[in-house]
């Protein structure tokens, strides 16, 4: 059974940094493609990142270009997501998702319910002061 486990949010002042981790067990890691997704109160569901099985691939939503590194570390079955400059509306609950069938390119239009091969995590609430 696929186990998503993230960690690493919480309170932080706006130009601040936190880096999200998500832990994987019950799978073949390093052949998921993972993403990471968000979302906030009052707002739609939507995708921040993802990156590809073998890593050659990495997609940012125009939200976090450019403020945002997604990695994973296939040794260790994780994932990160590195934030930067963090704003105000980043606030919002991140999830961390594993996806064997839908390409990481793809995963840029996935919700929580568009995939029936996902698995998500419970997610890590981030939350930035102004």
């Known amino acids: 059974q696929a186990h998503l486990v993230e960690s690493g949010g919480g309170v932080v002042q706006a130009g601040g940094s936190l880096r999200l981790s998500c832990a994987v067990t019950?799978?073949?890691?390093?052949?998921?493609?993972m993403g990471w997704f968000r979302q906030a109160p009052g707002r739609n569901f939507e995708f921040v990142s993802s990156?590809?099985?073998?890593?050659?691939?990495?997609y940012y939503s125009d939200y976090v270009k450019g403020r945002t590194v997604i990695s994973r570390d296939d040794t260790e079955n994780m994932l990160y997501l590195q934030l930067n400059n963090l704003k105000p509306e980043d606030t919002a609950v991140y999830y961390c998702?594993?996806?064997?069938?839908?390409?990481?390119?793809?995963?840029?239009?996935?919700?929580?319910?568009?995939?029936?091969?996902?698995?998500w995590g419970q997610g890590t609430q981030v939350a930035v002061s102004s």
């Open positions: 998702a594993a996806d064997q069938w839908v390409t990481a390119e793809n995963m840029r239009g996935m919700t929580l319910d568009s995939s029936h091969s996902a698995y």
């Open positions: 019950g799978l073949t890691f390093n052949t998921y493609n």
């Open positions: 990156i590809s099985w073998n890593g050659n691939r990495r």
